[in-house]
């Protein structure tokens, strides 16, 4: 090199300096700070020549370009990097010029700038590992020294280029910023931008459940955990009711829930290895899906005109309010809303299938649809009243009238009416005042007399009492031993022909005539004799003076005061009847039943006789049962071979007072002894009151009514059976005294009737009261002249001496 320059050199001196040839210096450049520099530094360029400046003069050039006369001292602030380049420089004095210094290479970089990374963020939890970095990304420095400032504060709070927090608390957290310096060097690079670092107390996530926390079967639930939505990088852990924790979405869905789906539910989060705290429990309840009743008010079978209450019950438990929607015959539009919905006056075209579902209000909850319940709606609502066991009854029998709506059960209050008639020819229902209960039976534990009559029901429901109709008409024909009023029928038998006439008259022991006849015939007719065609009512007596077949039906004896005793069934028939007892038969006595024929005379026919529809006597005139027991109750009728056969008659029987009583052999013994000797007696008083009879000529009856009243006499007796008896054996007064009402009767009121009978009459009454007057007076019930035939046996039966003094008394 410097063989090559020497010429160089030395042309240049040659050439300026013709003459100096003296040894040229080559002057020095240097550099202050450094020749590698930031843009914005400052930097000196420095030329000397054997460091000496006097009467020098300095050239400079850069990157080989022009020269420049200038300072020794070359300085340039606010460097660009243009600034840069390759820098020599010479010296001339006098005519001397040195030698370019050796050349010297500034470079300026573009200034970094610090920056500031925060690891593993610039939000962190309390605890947290957090570091601090600074970089700079400064070319041509190797080494730096860097500066920490905290909040703009002006101390630097550390030298390292990562700054470390091991467990991260709130002190730490600020804004921070960073700058470097040149180690060895002059550099500095900008200060950093402020980063913020936050540390935060570790959180609680927040548990939301999604539409609600209680909730049916089958439906579905999300459950959502939240965090702070702007780090990411959680992991979710759930629990339930503190029980292992399963890691999971942050949304946790459930379909098709069951009721242990139901529980407490916490969640809590996880994030670079540490958990946040658990969330607040949120407890899930699943209940069953509710069932959904359809009630119908007040009933599935309703009648037009009804008030009906279609009520939607849904069992939802937690669901404190439902909105109801209705389905009519499974159509798809909602018809009512309401939890009840009200026909307030039902018909047919609201006959339909229903059906109910609700939805919770305010609620994301559903119950399933209800069946279907169907609504029958009628026209008319039909009562049916019935009775139990049966309509025919003895004092004291219990018995029940069973009403019925058909088709219907449920919701009535029944009420009962006995059915009168008016004067008008009305009917008139009064209410049983007792009557108007819930239930459909009204029971009578112990039948009275008074209970006789006919009866209908009606039934009504709901707040606006619907009414039914009346019901059918059912009567209750109650007979006891001794009712205050009896009925007697002449001719004296339970089957009359037609055409005849028929007296009916009511008969009490003070022979008042505030008694009516009343009949229920067999068309269901209530009728009062007094008020009716059919016949004619004087007093006490009902006659009827032509009968018809259509005046079939039972008889009984009504007072002003609404009082009913003594029903009788009453049969009128074109052909053969049977000639039998009106009353019951005590056992005991005997019975005897003849078939009669009109059309002939005497009106006596040889038959067959039937009892409950097997035959049991051949071809007799009388059928004759001496000792009628218990066994012998039955429907009796005759036939005969070419006449047909008679109506059925039902013989009641009466157990009889004396064998129930059991007193013993002796009394009996007794008696009957007693009556023996009596017996002769007494046929000898017969005949001679049939003479006296006879001799007065008072009367002219025929002699086959006689025979006939003192047939029906007898039953009659037997009638009153118990009562009866006991008089037999403990004192015959009583039936004396009966004896003595019908004579009483037959004398004021019944002029027309045989005054055979009464004769006969007298002759025992007298005896009676001889007898005993002073025992019971109520049992004389009795019915006329067959009274006295009776007594007549039953004082055969009794003391021969009473039998005496009734004799002395005749006379
Ligand atoms: C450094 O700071 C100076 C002055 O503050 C500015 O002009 C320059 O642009 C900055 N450089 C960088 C890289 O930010
Ligand atoms: C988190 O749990 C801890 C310990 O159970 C408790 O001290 C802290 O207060 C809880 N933090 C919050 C935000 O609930
Ligand atoms: C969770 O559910 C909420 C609301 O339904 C929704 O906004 C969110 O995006 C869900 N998040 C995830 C992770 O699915
Ligand atoms: C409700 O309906 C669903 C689907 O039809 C059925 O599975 C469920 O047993 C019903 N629930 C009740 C209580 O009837
Ligand atoms: C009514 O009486 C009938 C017959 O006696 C009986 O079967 C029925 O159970 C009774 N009903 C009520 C509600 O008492
Ligand atoms: C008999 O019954 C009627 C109505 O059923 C009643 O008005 C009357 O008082 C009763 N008489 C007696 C004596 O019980
Ligand atoms: C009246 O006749 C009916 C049958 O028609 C019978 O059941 C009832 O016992 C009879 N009554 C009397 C008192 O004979
Ligand atoms: C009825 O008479 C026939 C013959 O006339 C006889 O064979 C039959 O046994 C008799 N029956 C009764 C129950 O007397
Ligand atoms: C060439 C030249 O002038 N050299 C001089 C530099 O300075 C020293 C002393 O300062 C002298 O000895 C040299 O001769």
């Known amino acids: ?184 060097g002059s550099r500095t690079s900008n200060i950093s931008d402020v980063v913020t670092l936050t540390v935060s107390d570790f959180f609680k996530p927040t548990l939301t459940v999604w539409p609600q926390s209680s909730l049916f079967t089958g439906d579905s639930v999300t459950l959502r955990c939240e965090v702070d939505q702007s780090r990411d990088g959680w992991e979710f852990l759930w629990s339930k009711n503190s029980n292992t924790e399963s890691t999971e979405a942050a949304n946790k869905t459930s379909n098709s829930l069951k009721v242990s789906d139901g529980g407490e539910y916490r969640c809590r989060a996880r994030r670079r290895g540490l958990y946040t705290n658990y969330s607040e429990p949120v407890t899930v309840t699943i209940y069953e899906t509710p069932k959904v009743k359809v009630s119908v008010k007040p009933d599935q079978h309703v009648f037009r005109g009804e008030k009906v209450t279609l009520r939607c019950d849904i069992d939802g438990e937690g669901v404190t309010s439902w909105k109801y929607s209705w389905y009519k015959d499974g159509s798809d539009s909602v018809f009512s809303e309401l939890q009840e919905h009200i026909f307030w006056y039902v018909t047919e075209s609201d006959a339909c299938k229903y059906s109910c579902y609700g939805a919770e209000r305010g609620g994301s909850r559903t119950s399933n649809i209800s069946d279907e319940v169907t609504l029958t709606v009628s026209d008319e609502a039909k009562t049916v009243l019935s009775v139990s066991p049966q309509k025919w009854l003895t004092e004291g029998d219990p018995v029940t009238l069973i009403c019925e709506v058909k088709g219907s ?152 005061s609404g009082e009913n005793y003594h029903p009788v069934n009453i049969t009128i028939h074109i052909g053969v009847i049977l000639e039998s007892p009106v009353h019951p038969v005590t056992e005991g006595d005997s019975l005897t039943l003849r078939c009669l024929y009109k059309f002939i005379t005497p009106p006596i026919l040889r038959a067959d006789f039937y009892k409950d529809g097997s035959l049991i006597q051949n071809q007799t005139t009388e059928m004759i049962i001496t000792t009628v027991s218990k066994s012998h109750e039955g429907f009796y009728y005759c036939k005969h071979p070419e006449r047909e056969e008679s109506p059925k008659s039902w013989i009641s029987v009466r157990a009889s007072s004396r064998s129930s009583r059991s007193d013993g052999l002796n009394p009996m013994i007794i008696g009957v002894t007693a009556g023996l000797s009596a017996a002769f007696l007494i046929v000898v008083l017969l005949v001679l009151l049939w003479c006296y009879k006879n001799n007065k000529g008072v009367r002219s009856q025929s002699p086959s009514r006689v025979s006939r009243q003192q047939n029906s006499s007898q039953t009659s007796e037997q009638n009153q059976n118990e009562a009866g008896y006991n008089t037999l054996l403990s004192g015959t007064a009583h039936i004396y005294d009966s004896v003595d009402a019908t004579i009483n009767k037959d004398f004021s009121t019944d002029s027309v009737s045989g005054p055979t009978d009464v004769t006969y009459a007298e002759i025992e009454l007298k005896s009676t009261e001889k007898q005993k007057i002073n025992k019971e007076n109520k049992g004389k019930t009795s019915e006329g002249s067959d009274t006295v035939y009776s007594k007549l046996n039953l004082v055969t039966h009794q003391g021969a001496g009473s039998s005496d003094v009734t004799y002395a008394q005749v006379k």
């Open 409 to 560: 059960s449920t919701g009535w209050t029944f009420s009962w009416y006995t059915l009168t008639v008016l004067s008008d020819y009305r009917k008139r229902y009064e209410l049983l005042s007792d009557s108007r209960g819930a239930g459909g039976n009204y029971t009578v534990s112990s039948a009275a007399l008074n209970h006789t009559g006919v009866y209908v029901c009606r039934a009504e429901r709901g707040k606006q009492a619907y009414s039914t109709k009346y019901s059918n008409k059912q009567p209750l024909w109650v007979t006891g031993v001794s009712p205050p009023v009896s009925l007697i029928i002449s001719p004296s038998r339970t089957q009359h022909f037609t055409s005849v006439s028929l007296s009916l008259s009511c008969e009490d022991q003070s022979n008042s005539d505030r008694w009516r006849v009343r009949r229920y015939s067999d068309n269901q007719q209530l009728e009062d004799c007094l008020l009716s065609r059919w016949g004619s009512q004087t007093g006490s007596k009902c006659t009827i003076s032509s009968t018809s077949t259509s005046d079939t039906g039972v008889y009984w004896c009504r007072s002003e």
């Open 1 to 184: 090199m410097e063989l090559r320059q020497l010429p160089l050199v030395l042309l240049l001196i040659s050439n300026i300096h013709s003459g100096q040839t003296e040894d040229i210096p080559t002057p020095t450049l240097t550099v202050e700070p450094q020749s590698s520099l930031f843009t914005g530094d400052s930097v000196t360029l420095r030329c000397e020549v054997n460091q000496s400046r006097d009467g020098w003069e300095f050239f400079w050039s850069k990157n080989s370009n022009t020269e420049s006369i200038e300072a020794a001292d070359k300085s340039s602030n606010s460097l660009k990097v243009s600034d840069g380049g390759e820098y020599r420089c010479r010296a001339q004095r006098g005519e001397r010029y040195t030698s370019y210094s050796e050349p010297v290479t500034v470079t300026i970089y573009g200034k970094p700038k610090a920056k500031v990374s925060i690891k593993p963020d610039q939000h962190v939890f309390r605890g947290e590992t957090v570091t601090l970095r600074c970089d700079i990304d400064g070319e041509g420095v190797t080494s730096w020294k860097y500066s920490w400032y905290k909040d703009g504060s002006d101390s630097v709070s550390s030298e390292q280029q990562e700054h470390t927090f091991s467990s991260v608390t709130e002190s730490d957290a600020g804004k921070y910023s960073c700058y470097g310096a040149e180690r060895g």
